[in-house]
């Protein structure tokens, strides 16, 4: 019954770790661009075009 209560205790304290990670987050600004990754498969990449030896010789 001991260990019981001690899981407990352990799951709260790192509930309100994470609870405290999240806040800190949301302050700091890391959630801010909410925009940008929505449009970001719309941007096109630079084409990587390799080079052919068919066409070289």
């Keep these: 019954m001991t260990i019981l209560f001690m899981l407990i205790g352990i799951s709260l304290l790192m509930a309100l770790g994470f609870l405290i990670a999240f806040v800190w987050s949301v302050k700091s ?3 801010e661009d909410d925009y940008t ?3 970001r498969i719309l941007f096109e990449d630079k ?3 390799k080079p052919d ?3 070289s010789e």
């Design 47 to 49: 084409p990587h075009i």
């Design 29 to 31: 600004g890391q959630m």
């Design 37 to 39: 990754p929505s449009v």
């Design 53 to 55: 030896k068919s066409q």
